[in-house]
């Protein structure tokens, strides 16, 4: 066994010392293809666009601090979408890009996620209004993370409605570190979020997972809704593309988060797996598929147990293979 052990490590220096460079680059391209093939294995059709945007050229960030004013609001028809019931006691307020959800319960309604400042009064006051669900009912704002597509409306839900707003520890910093990110001003710290901990309304609660990488503070979430009276469990993916410092640490953190999330999600036994960018869960084209939904079809955002698994999976490798070709000198 020593002997074997001695002849590998002779072999390895040789290998490494005559042409060795050229070697290990081939080694690396090998396991960036063996990574990405798992991914677009475990996407099949149910993540296209989550392997699309982790797998296919996902950015290079540089390591600073990236702290830029929101430019100008974008034309209301790239993304203003009608507001859905999705299931019985949840409810899509989110824009044509990003998702924002109203969870029910009988003492008021937790919101998950508020868009950006510019489209969160028309599409979450305005939606959830349309739907018949009143925003001063609105006890608890939950954000994923501190990007500007999703805090936006936190600001205007504490203020005019005096909803809690709970989010990570590390990303409320980030907030108030930001000298340029809030223009119109910032919600003011409130609860901060704690791994494990649920966020409970009446007969319906939220459990808090936390999954950094994404953001130092990204949470994401398991929850039940029910489909015409049947409950299901969603796993709720908080934080997705790679757009923050690409350094192997960071990576090391997203992949770890990625696999407790999937043990998170498989010890609830969730079948729904929901994400704050449609791009990533299909949202818009599952609403308007639920339009024409049969009596004794499958609610399309039903995918089981097995789906939800590797879209980790899919999340996962593709990080495994980016992290891999960080350490690549460039071309
Ligand atoms: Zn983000």
Known sequence: MKNHAIVVATVLILVFSFGGA???????ADAVDAHMAAARDAAGFDFTGTLARLCVAPPRVPDTVRDVAPGPAPARDTWFIEPAKVFDNLYFVGSKIHNSWALTSNEGIILIDT???YNSEEEIVGGLKKLGLDPAKVKYVIISHAHADH???AKLMQDRYSSRIVMGGPDWDSIEKSVNGYPRGKPKRDIVADDGQKITLGDTSVTLIATPGH?????????TVKDRGKPLTVAYSGGTAFNFPSTAANFDTYIKSQSKMAAAAASANATILMSNHSE???????????????????????IGKEAVARYFVVTGEC????????AQPPK
Do not use: C, W
């Open 280 to 302: 990533f869960d299909a949202a818009t084209t599952k609403i308007r598929m639920l339009a024409s939904r049969k009596p004794g079809e499958p609610h399309p955002f039903e």
């Open 215 to 223: 953001t130092p503070g990204t949470f994401s979430m398991i929850f």
């Open 151 to 153: 805090v936006g409306g």
């Open 319 to 326: 990080a495994q293979a980016e992290r891999i070709r960080l």
């Open 22 to 28: 050229r070697a290990f680059a081939q080694g690396n």
């Open 115 to 117: 868009l950006y400042t």
